[in-house]
């Protein structure tokens, strides 16, 4: 069963077209990666989904209801988070701190509470840093979590990103390269991560350059090139068709 | 940590005093002003200070010029070993704070300054203050405010030390004889055409008034805002309206006042223009921008002395400016005519004693002579201020000839006052307060017109 | 109406639209590429003016050549205003850079005031004279202005086609892609802080025969330059060029009509334009520093 | 260690109530002046400071006081209303006029805001001189003090009273409302807009809440300001009283919202005063020292402290040192 549908999207700025009439949708419960050479539009896909960017035409549906023009925050109230391709924090916060703005759509306490500091406030406050400690301790992160995020080495930065994407309880998660930049051992923790939170019931939509972790991971795995769908289908028959190899020559050192 | 934190808490400690230091040490008021009399040691150089505020805007030109006329006036009397007031040598203390322009917070600011922590008593000249915020310091804690104001704020009975040493909307006679000046050259028409600001929007229906009585047909004035530069709109406006004379009132700056001709004579306007108050130079530069046939006959007002002010005193005291700063500018010079008046109570009471010279200020039945011509104080009875609280300052006026300014005629302080009283409509007050305490003595001045009728 | 006044009303317009034109281009400039929010642009309006007439009055020169001394002397102001400053000042945000800005403004403007004071200051007509179109006097003087604008922003339109021009385009469309193309964004940065200072010397000189010139000459015209930017759409060039004449011709035609009023008049249709198009007349909006 | 601290703290926090509730006892009356003009500034540069942190920076600051003023003084003398009533009426005032005119503003981001500021601090300074209801250039002036009962504020200490009344109510609601998760949300915002909105924050409405709260305070702060004025002239409320403003909260340190801008303040109305120059020169050289303060100190005089030592007093709340100098986002991959 498809949670998210993207109907022939399309954005383009002026001349240029980002995407064009690209379709493609991610079952529910899988992780499903999203592929393609340099300036593919990849992250562009992702503005779509999000709601940063406004598609020119087609349509975006999200467990049934057309999402296509709503506002970022009102996507996100729907359940899709997204975690960043750069390093994108809180960074004056500290780690807990982070994911708990990341529960800003949970329990509210309501503003004359919130503002007076009432019981019901400061229970609200507590009931949200244990659910806070239980995602930083699930990312691996429970040693930093009084550290100031902007001062975090980068693969724990990128661990806090996805961390405050999950506080917002998502039921899809958009990461964009979240192993860029990882030394091997912390890429497979990620790797392992990335599985559990699909375990969880979060579905997850994936950008990733590394093939290594595309290929290991992915449930289903779509390929883009200039804007356009040029293949899709599982992580073997992906790995030998010859449209997405070709897509991929002149590409070079990361790519394979 | 602790002893950073300790360190923190020292240096806060330190602050907090470092403050409480200034606050304490500084408040007390000198008092040494109203010492009044007491016997000195004759002979021996300045005893006492004598601390004279004024407020006046340090980012205008005239608040600047007005600094440099006051602080000369303060080094001429202490060059003189210090002024004799009822056998005291005084040094005179020039206090010159800038007031802002129309700005409550700093005119208070400064006001309170010069008043509670330096203990002035007497502010002399004041310029793009706000009056009415400077009453609420210097009535309650008595002291003599005589300054500048456009607006009646100040003209109130129950004000006790509060004389307007220098006021427009009473001077409506200098406006009138230029006024009827261009009516005698066939002008019908008229319209005014000003900044829109505190002095035009009270001045400017006064200054209808007396075209009224000068027999113009005045049009609603065209204002524009303050900061305008390209006067194009305006003077396609005021082509539009097809009048005979336009009357630039209170235009202040020089560079306005350029610009505006410059615009009208762009558009084609070939009629009448009162320039306001223009210099040599910038006629020289006005001219070159339109040329001399374009300026030719215009008259308008003029605070340049030379030529027509006949006190060696006074001359004397343009040379010493131009000795101090150089060149003589226009600007600020008839804003400092408050001195002239204070400098003559003092002298006459021999006191410095603030009861004493209001009580002198408003009784004070003759005309003093500034640089800028004769300046008298009056009384208001149609606001119902019976001591002589305002003033008629009179005015210098010119005609432009070959292109040159050629110094015409005074407008005597007797002239300002009678248009005024008869253009605004106040006749009858005047009267009935004639007829109690007889008609003011004006000093000897040419009168321009006949007001036999009042 | 009176109808022989509209062409009149429209020349006004169509002049301090010139003005605007550069002084709004600069700005946007700036801000667009070294995300910089000069606060000091009105003041080397003024600084341009004041250079021209000394150059034309003290040294004699012919008015084309106080032109470009006008330009170089406030685009070296302006580089050197980077180097002294800004290039600090950066790192530390957004605000502490425009605050220096202004602070440097003032520092321009009161030394201005103090050594010209009530001195204005003119140049004679360049072109005087007049020109009688159908019954219409328009001044050669403002059609001078109107034509330099129109040469400035073409010479900067071919300006931003060259190598460095391209490059400052780059840069204020995304820094990450200039510095990958070997863009040294330094001398960028530099070059358009001379550039955008350079454009409001220029509009100085220009104003330097028709306007007497004055030290809070530079004052309000900043904010009108605002509101230039802010009806052509922050960050677009053509924008603040079609959006300046657009203001210039609605405040002249504002004032004929409204009065002194006239510039509050100008706010509420502003603001409606931009209640309606978002991004201005043409804008595309920038990349803001912390959006 | 800890209890020893915490008694301290105490200490040192009694002995600077009782300072600051008996400084006008141990000052003359132009000092207490000073003090009372720095609780005024301070409160605006409170609110500035806190519509920094969703990153929008306020030009109009001094327009919405003027707006309070004005409330005030129109109430106090058309329609003869008591000064304490004016103040609600003031504050809802500016928040409804606010309300309509950053409809437009803050949806369209920072810089579209932080021009609009500007405008909107030429455009109502423009109206209050030249429409006759509002006493044009020459103001409008207030003859009577506030007073309760019995007690009128129209002494210097008095005042300085009700300045201290003002500000704790403006730094206790300041203080309450950055703690709360709204607080959170709108730190959140300031740090990075995208981010904020990734987690579902509704960057314009809590936008529009954290300035429309500004503008309540402002105008309060306006009415304030007639209390000890009695006069308000438009000339007082322009641009450049906004430009102060927001060197107060600079000189003071832009990450300390509550307490650096009346640090700024306070160092920016008292320092002038040791200053023995010509007061024509002032301005020139305010104006260097603000560029030193900038290149030199950055994080502003309480940066500089805490950069030396890092008590609980000068706590740094977290919240971006100034917006732009992280998170530079680039449009799109």
Same mark, same amino acid.
């Given at each position: 069963m498809s949670l998210l549908t993207l109907e022939n999207v399309g954005k383009s700025y002026g001349r240029l077209e980002?995407?064009?009439g690209l379709e493609f949708s991610v079952d529910k419960g899988t992780v499903h990666s999203l592929i393609g050479p340099n300036g593919a539009g990849k992250t562009t896909v992702f503005n779509l989904i999000t709601g940063t960017i406004r598609a020119s035409c087609g349509r975006i549906v999200f467990d049934g209801e057309d999402? !296509?023009?709503?506002e970022p925050h009102k996507i996100a109230q729907r359940g899709i988070a997204r975690s960043f391709?750069? !390093?994108?924090?809180?960074?004056?916060?500290s780690v807990l701190d982070n994911v708990l703005t990341g529960f800003?759509?949970?329990d509210r306490a309501g503003v004359i509470r919130e503002f007076l500091h009432t019981r019901a406030a400061r229970e609200a406050d507590e009931r949200a840093r244990e659910q806070a400690l239980e995602i930083v301790d699930f990312m691996g992160l429970s040693e930093q979590k009084d550290e100031l995020a902007g001062n975090l080495p980068h693969g724990h930065q990128r661990a806090l990103g996805v961390s405050i994407a999950l506080a917002c309880d998502p039921t899809l998660l958009l990461m964009d390269?979240?192993? !860029?930049?990882?030394n091997p051992t912390e890429s497979n923790e990620m790797v392992e991560r990335i599985r559990r939170i699909r375990d969880r019931g979060v579905t997850v939509l994936l950008v990733e350059h590394s093939m290594r972790v595309v290929m290991d991971i992915s449930d289903m795995i779509t390929v883009i090139s200039y804007g356009k769908k040029i293949a899709q289908g599982l992580p073997d028959e992906i790995k030998h068709d010859p449209q997405v190899i070709e897509a991929y020559i002149g590409e070079d050192t990361d790519a394979a | 940590m602790k002893k950073r934190y300790w360190i923190v808490m020292a240096l806060a400690l330190a602050l907090v005093l470092g403050v409480l230091g200034v606050a304490c040490g500084k408040?007390?008021?000198?008092?040494?002003?109203?010492?009044?009399?007491a016997v000195t040691t004759a002979g021996?150089?300045?005893?006492e200070t004598l601390k004279i505020g004024a407020m006046v805007s340090l980012s205008t030109p005239q608040g600047l010029e007005m600094q440099k006329w006051l602080t000369m006036f303060a080094k001429i009397k202490n060059e003189a070993g210090g002024w004799d007031i009822g056998g005291t040598k005084y040094k005179l203390d020039y206090i010159i704070y800038d007031s802002g322009i129309s700005d409550t917070t700093q005119t208070r600011s400064a006001y309170e300054k010069a008043v509670?922590?330096?203990?002035?008593k007497h502010i002399v000249c004041t310029w793009t203050d706000v009056p009415a915020v400077a009453v609420t310091v210097t009535e309650p804690n008595e002291v003599l405010w005589m300054g500048l104001d456009?607006?009646?704020?100040?003209?109130?009975?129950?004000?006790?030390?509060?004389? *307007?040493?220098?006021?427009?909307?009473?001077?409506?006679g200098a406006a009138y004889n230029m006024q009827k000046y261009y009516v005698d050259k066939g002008a019908k028409t008229s319209v005014i055409c000003d900044t829109d600001t505190l002095q035009s929007q009270v001045g400017n229906a006064n200054w209808a008034k007396s075209g009224e009585l000068a027999g113009l047909k005045e049009l609603e004035p065209i204002t524009f805002p303050n900061?305008?530069?390209?006067?194009a709109p305006v003077a396609t406006k005021i082509k539009s309206l097809d009048v005979d004379l336009v009357e630039?009132?209170?235009?202040?700056?020089p560079d306005q006042l350029v610009n505006l001709i410059r615009a009208l004579y762009d558009v084609g306007y070939d009629k009448f223009i009162y320039p306001g108050l223009i210099d040599p130079e910038m006629l020289a530069n006005i001219i070159s921008q339109v040329g001399e046939e374009y300026v030719e006959g215009w008259s308008g007002m003029y605070y340049?002395? *030379?030529?027509?002010?006949?006190d060696p005193e006074m001359l004397a005291l343009v040379d010493r400016y131009e000795q101090e700063y150089g060149e003589l500018s226009q600007e600020g010079i008839y804003w400092i005519g408050p001195w002239f008046l204070f400098e003559e109570a003092v002298n006459a009471?021999?006191?410095?004693d603030v009861d004493v010279l209001t009580e002198y200020l408003k009784s004070m039945d003759h005309g003093v002579n500034t640089i800028c011509g004769y300046t008298q104080l009056f009384a208001r009875p149609d606001v119902g201020?019976?001591?002589?609280?305002d003033s008629a300052p009179g005015h210098y006026m010119y005609e432009i000839l070959d292109g040159q300014m050629v110094a015409k005629r005074t407008v005597s302080v007797k002239d300002q006052y009678l248009v005024s009283i008869k253009a605004l409509g106040v006749v009858e007050p005047f009267q009935k307060y004639w007829e109690e305490n007889g008609r003011p003595t004006f000093p000897e001045e040419e009168s321009l017109f006949d007001f036999s009728d009042l | 109406m009176d109808l022989s006044l509209f062409p009149q009303i429209l020349l006004n317009g169509l002049m301090i639209g010139g003005i605007y034109a550069l002084i709004a281009s600069g700005f946007t400039l700036i801000l667009g590429v070294?995300?910089?929010?000069?606060?000091a642009q009105g003041q080397f309006y003024m600084l341009g003016a004041f250079i021209a007439i000394a150059v034309v009055t003290? $040294?004699? $020169?012919?008015y084309p050549v106080a032109i470009i001394v006008a330009l170089l002397a406030t685009a070296i102001l302006g580089a050197l205003l980077y180097f002294a400053v800004i290039q600090w000042t950066t790192r530390s945000g957004f605000f502490n850079t425009m605050l220096v800005t202004v602070a440097f403004g003032t520092i321009v403007a009161q030394t201005a005031m103090l050594s010209f004071g009530s001195r204005e200051a003119v140049l004679p007509p360049v072109v005087p004279g007049t020109l009688s179109l159908g019954g219409v006097t328009i001044p050669n003087g403002k059609l001078v202005v109107i034509a330099g604008a129109v040469v400035v922003m073409a010479a900067l339109h071919f300006f931003m086609k060259t190598r460095i021009g391209v490059s400052m385009l780059a840069a204020s469309e995304n820094r990450d892609v200039a510095s990958l193309q070997g863009i040294n964004p330094k001398r960028v940065f530099w070059i358009t802080m001379a550039v955008g200072c350079g454009l409001c010397g220029v509009a100085g000189a220009l104003v330097a025969p028709v306007l007497a010139a004055s030290g809070t000459m530079g004052s309000t015209i900043f904010i009108k330059a605002l509101l230039v930017v802010l009806v052509g759409g922050t960050g677009s060039m053509s924008g603040a060029l079609l959006a300046a004449f657009v203001v210039g011709i609605a405040e002249s035609f504002a004032f004929h009509f409204v009065g002194h009023l006239g510039l509050l008049v100008i706010f509420v249709l502003v603001a409606i334009l931009i209640f309606f198009r978002p991004g201005g007349l043409l804008g595309k909006p920038l990349p803001v520093p912390g959006e | 260690m800890k209890t020893g601290t915490d008694i301290t703290k105490k200490l040192v926090f009694a002995v600077a109530v009782a300072v600051v509730l008996a400084l006008p006892w141990m000052t003359g009356p132009y000092t207490t002046q000073l003090f009372i003009l720095t609780m005024t500034y301070g409160m605006l540069g409170l609110s500035f400071a806190f519509t920094i942190r969703v990153g929008l920076p306020r030009f109009d600051s001094a327009a919405w006081w003027g707006v309070g003023a004005y409330t005030t003084a129109i109430l106090m003398t058309?329609?003869?209303? #008591?000064f304490w009533l004016t103040l609600p009426i003031a504050g809802i005032v500016s928040m409804a006029v606010g309300f309509l005119i950053y409809r437009i503003a803050?949806?369209?981001g920072m810089m579209v805001f932080l021009m609009f500021g500007m405008v909107i601090a030429l455009a109502i300074q423009q109206l209050f001189g030249s429409?006759?209801?509002?006493?044009?250039?020459?103001g409008t002036e207030v003859i009577e003090a506030p007073a309760i009962g019995g007690l009128v504020f129209d002494g210097k200490r008095e005042l300085y009273y009700l300045g201290l009344g003002f500000l704790g109510f403006n730094l206790i609601c300041y203080y309450a409302l950055m703690r709360s998760r709204i607080g959170r949300s709108w730190n959140a915002i300031g740090q990075s807009v995208k981010l904020a909105s990734s987690v579902g924050i509704n960057v314009v409405r809590y936008r529009m809440a954290n300035v429309l709260i500004s503008n309540f305070f402002l105008a309060l702060t306006g009415s304030f300001y007639m209390a000890f004025s009695l006069v308000a002239v438009p000339?007082?409320?322009?641009?450049d009283k906004s430009l102060n403003v927001i060197m107060y909260v600079i000189i003071g340190?832009?990450?300390? #919202?509550l307490l650096g801008p009346l640090v700024g303040a306070l160092i920016l109305a008292f320092v002038p005063e040791y200053m023995r120059v010509a007061a024509e020169y002032e301005s020139i050289i305010t104006a260097v020292v603000i560029i030193l303060v900038v290149i030199f100190l950055p994080e502003g005089v309480l940066g500089w402290v805490s950069g030396r030592a890092r008590p609980w007093l000068l706590r740094r709340r977290p919240w971006v040192r100034s917006v732009g100098s992280k998170n530079k986002e680039p449009e799109s991959g």
């Open positions: 980002a995407v064009s999402i !296509t023009r709503l391709q750069q !390093t994108f924090l809180f960074m004056d916060y800003h759509m949970r390269e979240p192993v !860029t930049g990882m | 408040d007390e008021p000198t008092t040494s002003t109203d010492a009044g009399g021996a150089g300045p005893t509670l922590q330096d203990g002035v456009f607006s009646p704020d100040t003209l109130k009975p129950e004000f006790n030390y509060t004389i *307007r040493a220098q006021c427009l909307s009473f001077a409506l900061d305008t530069a390209d006067f630039f009132a209170y235009v202040n700056n340049d002395p *030379r030529g027509i002010q006949t009471t021999q006191s410095i201020i019976m001591g002589t609280v | 070294i995300q910089v929010f000069n606060f003290n $040294l004699g $020169l012919p | 058309k329609a003869d209303m #008591s803050i949806p369209r429409v006759e209801f509002f006493g044009g250039w020459g000339a007082t409320f322009g641009l340190g832009i990450a300390y #919202s």
